[in-house]
């Protein structure tokens, strides 16, 4: 038997020129039982649809054992956080605007200040507040003599 029309839609085929008649022609051509042996190498390509459908497919059963995995109950592990587990960004943001607060300050005073031990005589010249120790003891040497009943000098020194 002469299968010249087959190897010519065969060439169409790889060339992509073949319509869909033609393409139905060669499935039912390769489904039959004898193919010869010069085209059986092309069967599993024309027959792949065909035995494809009736390969794939989901299980009876699967549609239960979908159904189990859903309705499966989880345990919820709920956790309590406490006021300070909440605030605990707050605090550390707190703490970092502290610290550089902090140095901030230090920063300046040691800056500001041309040498810490260096003594200002002007200073340290001021009359402090408050009573000056000779006026102390004055005053305890007049006392000490009214308590004595004695005549208190003029000037006492």
Known sequence: MDYKYIEQLLELYWNAETSLEEE????????????????????????YEQTQNQEVGLGSDFDSKMMELIHEPTPVKARTISITQRLMPLFKAAAVVAIILTLGNAAQVAFNQEDPYEVNMADAQKPSEGPSMAAVSDSLKVDT?????????????
């Open 145 to 157: 003599l009214k308590k004595a009943e004695l005549p208190v000098p003029a000037i006492v020194k």
């Open 24 to 47: 139905n022609i060669l499935r039912t051509f390769f489904s039959q039982k004898d193919v010869p042996a010069s085209l059986l190498q092309y069967k599993k390509l024309f027959t």
